[in-house]
Antibody, heavy 121, light 107 residues
Framework: QGQLVESGGGLVKPGGSLRLSCAAS????????MSWIRQAPGKGLEWLSY????????LYTDSVKGRFTISRDNGMNSLYLQMNSLRAEDTAVYYC??????????????WGQGTLVTVSS | EIVLTQSPATLSLSPGERATLSCRAS??????LAWYQQKPGRAPRLLIY???NRATGIPARFSGSGSGADFTLTISSLEPEDFAVYYC?????????FGGGTKVEIK
């Protein structure tokens, strides 16, 4: 069973930046597509970003496009999310997830425990 | 963006009863639909993928059906650990989207 461990969350002021990290183990990270998914307090799930195994395909949902950047380091088995121009509505638990599936995109079979990002003055 | 509508929002049932959860898509997603279970303070867990395939380690009491725009998750006989929130998710089009969730609570 794969393992994902997020870090880097915390309290940040509106307009500020934060970088989340996700350390992967117990599966072949370099051959896996990955994503970031978030959940605002008491709300549902929102799929934010998607990166292919070699990072040649990167997608963002509109709410974070131009502000967030997904990246990966296959040598370090790590996934990242650089978040800039943060807003109050970005307050959420952020999950990294492995994405699997034949054909279109995928579903998330491994999830991290999540890291809380709070945007407040 | 494909909108997924889950119903009911809350399902109040007793252990041993059958649970039937619905997920309707705003357009066809073929069979590209997954179901997740989430308990308070925990990450979601994949239950069903591609409409009807159980994920690794998921008990047989969980089953999924449907195609196109209408999907159902059935829990044949609720166990105490099944009381949770359930989400559907489509992978037909970007952005990938989730439904709003159905909470299965103890009656």
């Amino acid at each position: 069973q794969g393992q994902l461990v997020e870090s880097g969350g915390g309290l940040v002021k509106p307009g500020g930046s934060l970088r989340l990290s996700c350390a992967a183990s117990r599966f072949t990270f370099s051959g896996s597509y990955m994503s970031w998914i978030r959940q605002a307090p008491g709300k549902g799930l929102e799929w934010l970003s998607y990166i292919s195994d070699s990072a040649d395909t990167i997608l963002y949902t509109d709410s974070v496009k131009g502000r967030f950047t997904i990246s990966r380091d296959n040598g370090m088995n790590s996934l990242y999310l650089q978040m800039n121009s943060l807003r109050a509505e970005d307050t959420a638990v952020y999950y990294c997830a492995r994405v699997v599936g034949r054909g279109n995109y995928g579903h998330a079979d491994y999830w991290g425990q999540g890291t809380l990002v709070t945007v407040s003055s | 963006e494909i909108v997924l509508t889950q119903s009911p929002a809350t399902l109040s049932l007793s252990p041993g009863e059958r649970a039937t959860l619905s997920c309707r898509a705003s357009q066809s997603v073929s069979s590209y639909l997954a179901w997740y279970q989430q308990k308070p303070g925990r990450a979601p867990r994949l239950l069903i993928y591609d409409a009807s395939n159980r994920a690794t380690g998921i008990p047989a009491r969980f089953s999924g059906s449907g195609s196109g725009a209408d999907f159902t998750l059935t829990i044949s006989s609720l166990e105490p650990e099944d009381f949770a929130v359930y989400y559907c998710q489509q992978r037909s089009n970007w952005p990938l989207t989730f439904g709003g969730g159905t909470k299965v609570e103890i009656k």
